[in-house]
């Protein structure tokens, strides 16, 4: 079963920056889409952006213009650069490769907790 180590999560201000990252133990994942997900206390999963094998990117509406998401193949490592963190910010996020991805590609880590507050 593939694994995913997310790091680089922590306590900041609202305003400030986070750079996130997913090592991940299969090379195979350079062919496949990736994305970073996070769950908020009490809510559900939802996915934060994505990076595809061609590295076109997607984001989420309420992300789009402040983070940003790229991925480095020789390093087997996804980035998530995240600016203007506000507190609805405050999540654990997760990277994983996309749902069309086979089963033994996917599962989920630890995550990395973020939390944005004064």
């Known amino acids: 079963q593939v694994q995913f180590v997310e790091s680089g999560g922590g306590l900041v201000q609202p305003g400030g920056s986070l750079r996130l990252s997913c090592v991940y133990s299969?090379?195979?994942?350079?062919?496949?889409?990736m994305g970073w997900y996070r769950q908020a206390p009490g809510k559900q999963r939802e996915l934060v952006a994505t990076?595809?094998?061609?590295?076109?990117?997607s984001y989420a509406d309420s992300v789009k213009g402040r983070f940003t998401i790229s991925r480095d193949v020789a390093k087997n490592t996804v980035y998530l650069q995240m600016n203007s963190l506000k507190p609805k910010d405050t999540a654990v996020y997760y990277c994983?490769?996309?749902?069309?991805?086979?089963?033994?590609?996917?599962?989920w880590g630890q995550g990395t907790q973020v939390t944005v507050s004064s």
């Open positions: 994983n490769a996309d749902q069309a991805a086979p089963s033994f590609l996917r599962s």
């Open positions: 299969d090379a195979v994942l350079r062919f496949y889409t």
């Open positions: 990076i595809n094998s061609g590295s076109s990117t």
